[in-house]
């Protein structure tokens, strides 16, 4: 029964790392996974592909479909009341929704403009997700789960300042720069929740699940998402002391 499970949400689902983090989850047979979506239908279809995937069995029945725009406060206020009236809480948040599209303007003019590009980006990415956790902390304050009352971000190694100055190639500073930025943004968001509800005996933390082969880059990660999805799981999961206010990454190295 989902009640006797801990409840997670994880957005942006219906593919990649939400995707097989939610495979993960429910095939342990301990988690009722809230598969959300922008699109419903995309979240069932995501669902029907799980159940039907043999190389990691899971039972459809620990899988829940759930529209929720992260760009939408309407869209994100129906999924709260929609968990509020189904499941009366949530034990864990996994904040994975997130976009990388052009990260520079059209040197003729065509196309969004740099201002559009970086509205959208932390649109979705750093305003979508501080919306989304505002408005499930009422639910996940309910929480009773011994794992409960968890928020996780995903993040990336791309986010590191340090990184950025220091490193080559992907790493470098002169790459992707609005995609970046917004996970910079985010990181400092994870730690303000990490702070303000640490006394209320939250786990807040972040993942960096490395470069991973997504529709997010196009297919081009050195990666498969099941793997990065490990590092999501993590981050959602694993005890206060190793994960809380910090993100985290698959080596298990010093977090950052």
């Excluded at 809230?34 to 029945?61: H, M, P, T, Y």
């Excluded at 520079?104 to 750093?126: F, I, K």
């Amino acid at each position: 029964m989902a009640k006797d499970k801990t409840l997670v949400l994880i957005t942006g689902a219906n593919q990649g790392l939400g995707f097989y983090a939610a495979q993960q989850l429910a095939a342990t047979g301990e988690y009722h996974v809230l598969l959300g979506s922008r699109d419903f239908s995309k979240a069932e279809k995501a669902i029907q592909q799980l159940a039907a995937d043999s190389s990691l069995k899971v039972n459809a029945q620990d899988l829940e479909p759930i529209q929720i725009d992260v760009t939408s406060d309407d869209s994100i206020k129906a999924a709260a009341k929609t968990v509020e009236d189904n499941h009366g809480k949530l034990d864990i948040l996994m904040n994975n929704a997130g976009i990388a599209g052009a990260q520079a303007a059209n040197a003729d003019g065509t196309g969004p403009s740099l201002r559009e590009l970086y509205r959208q980006h932390y649109d979705t990415n750093v305003f979508g997700t501080a919306v989304v956790t505002d408005a499930f902390l009422p639910l996940l304050r309910k929480s009773t789960a011994p794992t409960g009352k968890r928020i996780a971000f995903t993040s990336s190694g791309l986010s590191s300042l340090e990184w950025a100055l220091e490193s080559p190639g992907i790493y470098s500073g002169a790459t992707y720069p609005v995609y970046r930025s917004t996970k910079t943004a985010l990181n400092m968001i994870m730690v303000h929740y990490a702070r303000l509800l640490e006394e209320e005996g939250f786990v807040v933390s972040g993942s960096d699940p490395g470069y991973c082969g997504t529709n997010l880059n196009g297919y081009g990660g050195v990666k498969h998402p099941r793997e990065g999805a490990k590092v999501l799981i993590r981050a959602a999961t694993d005890v206060k002391d190793k994960v809380h206010g910090r993100v985290v990454d698959e080596e298990n190295k010093e977090p950052w």
